[in-house]
């Protein structure tokens, strides 16, 4: 599978890039960061907190738009 690197938009070989989907560890610790700089965020919980609170939780079906992996 190729794809672009999410962080410097090299294309990346899953085959033959073992820190697939990132091109280098750089960019893969540059990804980390981000998210430990809460620079991405979670907008929306994926579970209503009030059935948490009271023990129950159920499934939530999140429906997502298609995926059209053609193009790229």
Do not use: H
Not at 1 to 6: D, F, K, Q, V
Not at 24 to 33: A, H, I, K, N, P
Request: aromatic content about 8%; charged content about 35%; proline content about 6%.
């Amino acid at each position: 599978m190729i794809r672009n690197c999410p962080i410097c938009k090299t294309l990346v070989d899953s085959d033959s890039n073992r820190e697939f989907p990132f091109c280098s560890e750089r960019c893969r610790v540059l990804d980390l960061g981000a998210w430990a700089s809460e620079k991405y965020v979670v907008s929306d919980p994926i579970f209503d907190e009030d059935q948490l609170a009271d023990g129950r939780r159920k499934t939530i079906f999140l429906d997502l738009p298609e995926r059209d992996d053609s193009q790229n």
